[in-house]
């Protein structure tokens, strides 16, 4: 797929010279205009930036590939991005040199034009700069599932209320794994399989929460019990049948967190290996739903048979 987009992007080069050298040719000849002979600098000049740019691209994308099985995906997008920081500011160089324009001068006497353009651009160059700050620090790293939380890309509250008895909060973010590092966006593969860019200038300013740093996280699961059921007898009973599950890592721990009327509300904490916090919330609680069924029907008392 990449290959493809290069390999195309190559062809339009290509055309687009070929039509430019041909229309040019055309107006030498028919109306005798010397562009070759006036423009030939600006020509050439022309022609080294557009190479210039698809060459650094090409170079960048090579060691890219290369480079991923020895040092890393994220070692190497950063060799890619610098390679190609680098090849822009040399082809720069490289252009002004060709049309003979001092580029001491040219920053001093577009001082003004400068800053109009970098008011007018500051969002583009935001997001470069941007860039630059999270290869340079490393914030996070490509192939990282990370949780995205910035004031800029908040997210709309649900219409329905939340369960009286939770406090749980909710990072209002975006969840993904990060692809791609460039110089205007941030790639996150989000856990509903569908790509997003961030920019830079966003990324930078965000709060992030890496998930895939640690081999285990913290689980809470809530769940609602009738008050016939014995908390003396459930909770632990629960323990029991919970620390058994071979993703527990460390003993869980079961609190009784609020009551109404006709039930209490108990809260289980467990450190449970992997990242993802449903895998094991719902098998915590399929089996308080077994045992809470199973001491109903047992009047407050412990089947064996089943446990």
Known sequence: MKYNRILELLILVIIALATMFSILFILDIVYHIPFFELYNRYFYAGILVVGGVVVTNLIASAITRRTTNVVGLSTAGALSFVIRIVGYMLVAVIFFSMVKIDITAALAAGGFAGLVLGLASQDVLGNIF??????????????????????????AAPAYPPKFYSE?????????????VSLMYTSLLTDDNLPLKIPNSVMIQ????????NSSRVVRTKFEIPKEIDPDILIPEL??????FDFIVKEPKIMIYETTLATYIIVVEALCKGNYEEPPRSEILKLSIKLVKSL????NKIDNKKS
């Open 239 to 244: 323990h029991d049948r919970i620390k058994k």
């Open 206 to 213: 965000a709060a992030v929460f890496i998930q895939g740093r």
């Open 296 to 299: 109903k029907d047992n009047g």
């Open 168 to 180: 749980d909060f909710i990072i209002p973010g975006y969840t993904g794994v990060v692809t791609d």
């Open 130 to 155: 941007g860039g630059i700050a999270i290869v340079a620090s490393h914030p996070f790293k490509i192939g990282d599932r990370v949780t995205l939380s910035t004031w800029q890309y908040g997210l």
